[in-house]
T-cell receptor, first 112, second 116 residues
Framework: GDSVTQMEGPVTLSEEAFLTINCTYT??????LFWYVQYPGEGLQLLLK?????DKGSNKGFEATYRKETTSFHLEKGSVQVSDSAVYFC???????????FGTGTRLKVLA | GAVVSQHPSWVICKSGTSVKIECRSL??????MFWYRQFPKQSLMLMAT?????????EQGVEKDKFLINHASLTLSTLTVTSAHPEDSSFYIC????????????FGSGTQLSVL
């Protein structure tokens, strides 16, 4: 079945460091791919998305490229801030449905 | 932006009692809402899809008699965990599908249920 695998955390970085959180997926058809972020005490918020191969989603300095050949959607940011500390979820939406499948989440902690 | 309110944020109950969790879309109408469950260090697992005015569609392995879902209005869906047991302790999250200009998935902040 369809699935999402993302790197286990926690990831601890110093402020201004480069961030990569790996995400790979297995799916039939042509899923849309998403990154969601959950700040402490809040619900999941959409961070960025890509709906087809080679699309790049970007928001707030984060970006991820839909790579069909490697079935990946890695999240990157060039310079993280303390305020980026949160849990990040990679997800796919099964094509033609409202059904989302989530990864396990990766906790990011950025130190000043 | 569109907001989904989930209440309560945490609840502790005795084994055998029932617990109701509410999920409200505050500034948009949600014909479709979803309920997820998350165990520590695991993915969000979809439990059921709730459509306003009709019966919920449950995922395989989810007991519909234990997890009662009601979606009586376009802004409210409820999940009732009936005769709760310690193994039902988990983090429950709702989400709502916004239509039109808000067409995407909005999440509540989740409910941590602990059954003693």
């Amino acid at each position: 079945g369809d699935s999402v695998t993302q790197m286990e955390g926690p990831v601890t970085l110093s402020e201004e460091a480069f961030l990569t959180i790996n995400c790979t997926y297995t799916a039939t058809g042509y899923p849309s791919l998403f990154w969601y972020v959950q700040y402490p005490g809040e619900g999941l918020q959409l961070l960025l998305k890509a709906t087809k191969a080679d699309d790049k989603g970007s928001n707030k300095g984060f970006e991820a490229t839909y790579r069909k050949e490697t079935t990946s959607f890695h999240l990157e940011k060039g310079s993280v801030q303390v305020s980026d500390s949160a849990v990040y979820f990679c997800a796919l939406r099964i094509s033609g449905t409202y059904k989302y499948i989530f990864g396990t989440g990766t906790r990011l902690k950025v130190l000043a | 932006g569109a907001v989904v309110s989930q209440h309560p944020s945490w609840v502790i109950c005795k084994s055998g009692t029932s617990v109701k969790i509410e999920c409200r879309s505050l500034d948009f109408q949600a014909t479709t809402m979803f309920w997820y469950r998350q165990f520590p260090k695991q993915s969000l697992m979809l439990m059921a899809t709730s459509n306003e005015g009709s019966k919920a569609t449950y995922e395989q392995g989810v007991e519909k008699d234990k997890f009662l879902i009601n979606h009586a209005s376009l802004t409210l869906s409820t999940l009732t965990v009936t005769s709760a047991h310690p193994e039902d302790s988990s983090f429950y999250i709702c989400s709502a599908w916004g239509q039109g200009a808000n067409e995407k998935l909005f999440f509540g902040s989740g409910t941590q249920l602990s059954v003693l």
